[in-house]
């Protein structure tokens, strides 16, 4: 469990430093909006990152299942 926090603080600062100010909401407002566990952090990451990106699509995907 250790790991994945250490992983998911790694990929927090990435999102915050290359990505624009408040795209990501703040560790306090993950706890309040999906609680404390790693799977709630990474929620909020890959929320910030499909507004950063866009949505993919999954179809272009090999092996994906259409």
Do not use: C, K
Not at 3 to 13: D, G, H, K, S, T
Not at 33 to 53: D, F, K, N, Q, S
């Amino acid at each position: 469990m250790q790991n994945a926090w250490a992983a998911l603080r790694m990929i927090r600062e990435t999102v915050e430093t290359l990505g624009p100010s408040g795209i990501l909401i703040s560790e306090e407002e993950v706890l309040a909006r999906y609680g404390p566990e790693p799977i709630h952090e990474a929620t909020a990451i890959v929320e910030a990152l499909t507004t950063l990106l866009g949505p993919t699509d999954e179809d272009s995907f090999p092996g994906s299942s259409a």
